[in-house]
């Protein structure tokens, strides 16, 4: 892989090693994709600005949140249905976040058994991410496996009360249920590894929304039929904080929020902590960039929670943009997924190393040998006046 210098470089690797509409579920946005293209020139607008001739012989990376250490500031974020790109790809990734010393966090759409993605990497730290469809009993089951399994964290998703509208999967007939065109058909073809899969039936399941074997209690018709579309339980408020709380006694973040109002309000129902996201662009196409939303989230927490950030993550040195902005740490998406999708567990660790060296190079040249010296005095042209 030495010719893979970039982010950019897996994603055009990725491009061609995965049939289109696999490569498209991944890469895609909803509607016009204008949320994707901001969350981009929102990041490469925002300039950094260096301080020199200070003593970054040594550069550490690394930051503490919810009494653990990081070996870098970015964790994996939750990925649906990534066993499409590799059979147990959760797994794989998990196992290449424990070697990179991140977390990871799995999601409720995915494709290995939560206790399996344990199994794969005892050591990580593993946060487990929420949503909830059909019954209520479904996601106190997966709330209850997670913590079984020793999960660390929940993160409750609460930008999809229905999904965006992904027009890539609408035209290649990527939808519950499949209606594959010819042309989706032919270029499967082209991928043999992947057809193999499709006919021997190895296709990925919800692994962790149907109950288990020893778990018993049956799926109602209307529920089995909820989550095949992945319809989501739209009666869910921010009273539904309490719910949960009951549920899980460790950190519990809302992810999706991008309001000052909603930080303010996450805050006052117990949240542990906030992830300013917009889905990586897959969901409301009209959203604001992240990083542009987050200083007035930051304002509004104040300092007393951790607040994370992601979508549109490619370089080191958009992670950096956002430590210095105040987020105590980011979350990447497609980028590992990329690096999954070229080399299986080895790819994904790369790119996370690859984001790595590029965090520390960043750093250095900005003369900061800690991430806590980092400061909005970073990304400010013109110093602030107090
Ligand atoms: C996602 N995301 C997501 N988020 C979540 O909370 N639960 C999920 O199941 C998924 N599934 C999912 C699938 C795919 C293919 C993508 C690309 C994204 C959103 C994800 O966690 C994260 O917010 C974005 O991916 C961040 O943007 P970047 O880093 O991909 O640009």
């Not at 950094?48 to 930051?63: A, H, Q, W």
């Not at 007939?173 to 899969?197: K, Q």
Request: hydrophobic share 45%.
């Amino acid at each position: 892989m030495a010719q893979l210098l970039n982010v950019e470089d897996y994603r055009r690797r990725a491009r061609s090693a995965l049939p289109r509409l696999v490569f498209d579920y991944i890469d895609g946005g909803a509607e016009d994709e204008r949320c994707m293209q901001r969350n981009r020139d929102a990041l490469e607008a925002l300039p950094l600005i260096p301080e020199c001739l200070r003593d970054t012989s040594k550069v550490d990376i690394g930051i503490e949140l919810f009494g653990r250490r990081w070996r870098a500031p970015f964790g994996i974020a939750p990925i649906g249905l990534a066993g499409l790109v590799r059979p147990r790809a959760d797994a794989l990734l998990a196992a290449a976040a424990q070697a990179a010393g991140v977390p990871f966090i799995l999601s409720t759409a995915s494709n290995t058994r939560i206790e399996d993605v344990r199994n794969a990497a005892p050591d990580a730290a593993l946060w487990m991410q929420l949503y909830v469809m059909g019954e209520r009993s479904i996601a106190e089951r997966i709330v209850r496996r997670a913590r079984n399994a020793g999960f660390e964290a929940l993160v409750l998703t609460v930008d999809v009360p229905v999904s965006g509208l992904r027009e890539r999967d609408l035209r290649h007939g990527f939808r519950v249920p499949m209606r594959l065109t010819p042309g989706t058909v032919l270029d499967m073809a082209r991928h043999p590894a992947w057809l193999l899969r499709l006919a021997g039936g190895g296709m990925p399941q919800f692994a962790n929304l149907l109950p288990d074997e020893d778990d018993g209690a049956p799926v109602s018709a209307q529920t089995q039929a909820a989550l095949l579309s992945r319809a989501m339980d739209r009666t869910l408020t921010w009273d539904s904080l309490g719910w949960l709380r009951r549920l899980w006694d460790g950190p519990l973040l809302v992810k999706g929020l991008l309001g000052a109002e909603d930080a303010r309000r996450a805050l006052r129902h117990g949240a542990d902590g906030i992830v300013v996201s917009n889905h990586g662009g897959r969901q409301l196409d009209a959203a604001p960039a992240t990083i542009a939303a987050l200083p007035a989230m930051l304002d509004a927490v104040g300092g007393r929670i951790p607040v994370l950030v992601d979508s549109g993550m490619r370089r080191g040195s958009d992670i950096v943009k956002a430590l210095a902005l105040g987020a105590s740490a980011a979350l990447v998406g497609r980028a590992p997924v990329y690096g999954l999708a070229c080399g299986g567990e080895q790819g994904a660790l790369s790119v996370l190393q690859l984001l790595a060296q590029e965090t520390e190079r960043t750093m250095t040249l900005l003369g900061a040998s800690r991430v806590g010296e980092l400061g909005r005095r970073h990304v400010e042209i013109h110093a602030p006046r107090s």
